[in-house]
């Protein structure tokens, strides 16, 4: 592997467990059930071994044009439509 290829994968792993933290806290805190779980999905498209397997089976992998669109779509969503800084508020109460 290439330093090209291993900073993408330390992008692509950190990007997807974010994705996995802010589908979680969707699931748990708030009233968006439905969006948490659908994060918690989509956050393995940012998984390396993921797109190793998926291009196993289906022969090809996913583009990366279509994983930024995506990354952008869920960042937007999150924060802008989500009000996740709220939601971790309530989570932040809870926990303590």
């Keep these: 592997m290439d330093n090209k290829s291993n900073v993408w994968n330390i992008i692509s792993w950190g990007f997807?467990?974010?994705?996995?933290?802010?589908?979680?806290?969707?699931?748990?805190?708030g009233n968006d059930l439905?969006?948490?779980?659908?994060?918690?999905v989509i956050s393995v498209v940012y998984f390396p071994p993921t797109n190793v397997i998926f291009k196993k089976i289906t022969g090809f992998s996913i583009p990366l044009v279509i994983k930024i669109l995506l990354g952008l779509?869920?960042?937007?969503?999150?924060?802008?439509v989500g009000e996740l800084f709220i939601k971790i508020e309530l989570m932040m109460m809870d926990l303590e």
């Design 16 to 29: 997807g467990i974010v994705v996995l933290v802010i589908g979680i806290i969707n699931t748990f805190w």
């Design 34 to 40: 439905g969006f948490g779980v659908f994060l918690i």
């Design 73 to 80: 779509f869920i960042i937007w969503a999150a924060l802008g």
